[in-house]
């Protein structure tokens, strides 16, 4: 577990910048030419997902299987 960025923030506010970081890169995935900007867009939403699952498991709360699915498919594109 992680006591990096968001450690101390709500639960709501975490699930907020994941919302947030989804749409920023559904709107890069749809621009042409914006390839830097989409996998910049996608680590911020890898971050912005483990910062979440991080305070869920911290508080001994569930983590969602597809939120875990998606964290492990964006960590993978990274491990590349």
Do not use: C, I
């Not at 709500?10 to 989409?38: E, I, K, P, Y």
């Not at 979440?52 to 492990?72: G, N, Q």
């Amino acid at each position: 577990m992680s006591t990096g960025p968001g450690h101390d923030q709500s639960l709501d506010g975490l699930l907020r910048r994941v919302h947030r970081a989804r749409t920023a890169v559904d709107g890069f995935r749809h621009l042409q030419g914006a390839r830097n900007q989409l996998a910049d867009a996608r680590h911020d939403l890898m971050l912005a997902l483990q910062a979440y699952v991080d305070a869920l498991e911290t508080r001994k709360l569930p983590v969602p299987w597809r939120m875990h699915a998606e964290l492990k498919l964006h960590r993978d594109l990274f491990d590349r």
